[in-house]
């Protein structure tokens, strides 16, 4: 039995043909061809609140929201299960999981045969990017599950635009996508980059399951990059207006659960009167070098699958407004009042409240009342700071790049690289602590290249030479700059105010862009001086600028020797010039 919503006709062959192919091999009880709509929304939003799947919040506090609890062993991404099938070992490369394309596709057949019998299949048509963007693609994710089609059509252009865009064309990414029993000893999440097909099973949480965002947008995306002569990265964009109207456009690259929502949403602080910043993005970036030599960049996505801790009407308050209403919760806390809550939403924590595993919970409960990776699926169209620019097929020109990760010791709060090359050196060798957006300990240092470990659909060492390649084709590359928001003080407090207070770093980036801002040169790149940097309504102390700014030899020392674990691994394919930025870098140390 197939249902067909609105008036959408799947005409597309090709999809037509994919379709069958899978419900012949997962047998599900029906079909459900997804165009869209608003109807459609509020009759799965339905049948997923009748299922138990959502649970109504308040709709006087928070219209049109829906909580969701998943499975308590499937609350984050899961590189151990995350694949990249190629033919050959070494073009995964060895910070990817590799299995052979062949072997892993007879056993993800095996597994999804039979597995959707007596549930709805639901086809999902969705499009990334703008529409008429020279980047713009289509995905076809077939799924069993109501939480992944309602998140989707959040995070990406569904239904009726997407088969418009597509066509009769073959070109479309084929997702498919099965929850099976959420067994951890049977979740896979492989891609397969010479057929532009992703399979996942046994996992219904977002990165894993979402198929446009993190597979398509940044594993295969990243793949075809580099055919293409194109950048897929895991990078946030926004828009810095002065006062007299001059916008600069830049893009960041922070681990997951590292501040990029939060950065691309900030408000500047009061003090800044007339400053302006807007949001392009939030966590993906596809980046081209444009006819004027320019790099270009649109954000794949619609909306924001963003971390709910620590987000309040202080540090965020964009997200606020923007997360209260049409917005999805998953593994946050549920109040008697049909609000929800988290650990930094605000002070003092309620009395009671019901935790993310469904169990009542007090303050004087040990665990957290919702999960530390609990995460808010929101429109950007919420978003007070959306810019205008976001739905612009033509992009935005990019005039600096950000690299930054979470760093206790060592990373001073922002320092410029020489040039590009050394910049993309710095993004190389980047280190950040784990957080929870992935399943592991929290809190250990590792390297996580340009934010992208988890995401490079191919070898990291032929990924740091495409980054070299795209200069080739720029006249007025963008600056990159290293950032830190999270060193701390012997007590483990943080030096820096963060949050809006950021706006301070992003100020003196752009004047840096611009040729207007000050520094001096240091071992490890250009630095601002306290004088240097704007403190209007922020008394910030020489002494803590200095703690926050510190060179250490003996960290940089041990940091070096951390570069080197990667760039050992990698060094058959690693670029010549990153080794001569290490001995550079030494030399100057
Ligand atoms: P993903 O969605 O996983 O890619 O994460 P993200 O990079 O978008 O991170 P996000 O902005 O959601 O921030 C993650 C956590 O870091 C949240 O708990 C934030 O409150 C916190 N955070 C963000 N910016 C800052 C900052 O400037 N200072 C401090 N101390 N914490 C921050
Ligand atoms: C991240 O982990 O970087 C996220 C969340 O943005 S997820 O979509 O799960 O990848
Ligand atoms: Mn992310």
């Not at 997962?26 to 009759?43: A, I, L, Q, T």
């Not at 980047?135 to 569904?158: C, F, H, P, Q, W």
């Not at 009407?313 to 606020?320: E, G, I, R, V």
Request: proline share 7%.
């Amino acid at each position: 039995m197939d249902t067909h919503f609105g008036s959408v006709a799947f005409t597309n062959a090709h999809v037509v043909r994919f379709v069958e192919k899978y419900r012949a091999m997962c047998e599900p009880g029906s079909v459900f061809w997804c165009d869209g709509s608003d109807d459609e929304k509020d009759h799965l939003t339905r049948e997923a609140v009748a299922q138990g799947i959502l649970t109504p919040l308040n709709p006087g506090k928070l219209p049109g929201c829906h909580l969701h609890r998943s499975n308590p062993s499937d609350v984050a991404r899961v590189e151990q299960c995350t694949f990249i099938c190629t033919p050959g070992r070494e073009d995964a490369g060895p910070t990817n999981n590799w299995a052979d394309p062949r072997e892993m596709t007879a056993k993800l057949h095996e597994l999804l045969a039979g597995s959707m019998r007596g549930r709805t299949m639901y086809v999902i048509p969705y499009l990334m990017g703008p529409p008429g963007a020279p980047l713009a693609k289509v995905g076809i994710e077939i799924t069993d599950s109501i939480y992944v089609v309602l998140n989707m059509r959040i995070m990406a252009r569904m239904g009726a635009i997407a088969l418009k865009q597509l066509g009769d064309s073959d070109d479309f990414n084929r997702g498919i996508h099965s929850v099976l029993d959420c067994n951890p000893d049977r979740r896979f999440i492989c891609h397969f980059p010479q057929t532009n097909t992703i399979i996942s099973v046994g996992s219904g949480y977002g990165g894993n399951v979402l198929l446009g965002k993190k597979c398509l947008a940044l594993r295969i995306g990243s793949w075809l990059g580099r055919q293409q002569g194109w950048l897929a990265e895991h990078m946030l964009i926004l828009c810095v207006e002065s006062p007299e109207g001059e916008k600069t456009y830049i893009a960041a690259a922070f681990p997951s659960a590292c501040g990029k929502t939060n950065f691309a949403m900030m408000i500047p602080p009061a003090a800044f009167a007339g400053w302006k910043v807007t949001t392009i993005g939030d966590d993906i970036a596809w980046m081209w070098p444009d006819a004027d030599g320019r790099l270009r960049a649109i954000n794949p996505e619609t909306g924001y699958f963003g971390v709910a801790p620590g987000t309040n009407l202080a540090t965020n308050p964009n997200a606020m407004r923007t997360i209260a209403r049409d917005t999805i919760y998953t593994n946050v806390a549920l109040l008697p009042d049909g609000d929800v809550w988290w650990e930094g939403k605000d002070s003092p924590p309620p009395a009671q409240a019901t935790d993310w595993m469904g169990r009542p919970w007090t303050p004087a409960s040990r665990e957290k009342a919702a999960h530390p990776n609990s995460r808010f699926t929101a429109p950007m169209s919420n978003n007070p700071a959306l810019a205008s620019e976001a739905e612009d097929p033509a992009g935005v020109p990019i005039s600096a790049i950000i690299f930054g990760g979470r760093r206790a010791t060592t990373m001073p709060l922002v320092f410029q690289a020489f040039n590009w090359t050394h910049g993309v050196y710095i993004g190389a060798t980047m280190g950040s602590e784990t957080t929870a957006a992935a399943a592991g300990t929290p809190g250990q240092v590792r390297r996580d290249p340009m934010a992208m470990l988890p995401f490079c659909g191919y070898h990291m060492g032929d990924y740091f030479n495409h980054w070299l390649q795209v200069r080739r084709k720029l006249t007025d590359p963008p600056r990159i700059f290293h950032v830190n928001w999270f060193r701390k003080d012997d007590a483990g407090v943080y030096l820096w105010p963060g949050f809006g207070e950021n706006f301070r770093v992003l100020k003196w980036i752009v004047d840096r862009c611009r040729g207007r801002g000050k520094a001096r040169e240091t071992q490890v790149g250009w630095m601002p001086r306290h004088a240097e940097f704007d403190w209007r309504g922020l008394d910030f102390p020489r002494e803590k600028w200095d703690a926050l700014n510190k060179f250490d030899p003996a960290e940089w020392q041990r940091e070096l020797l951390w570069q080197d674990e990667l760039l050992l691994k990698l060094h058959d394919r690693l670029p010549k010039e990153l080794i001569f930025q290490r001995e550079l870098l030494i030399s100057r140390l």
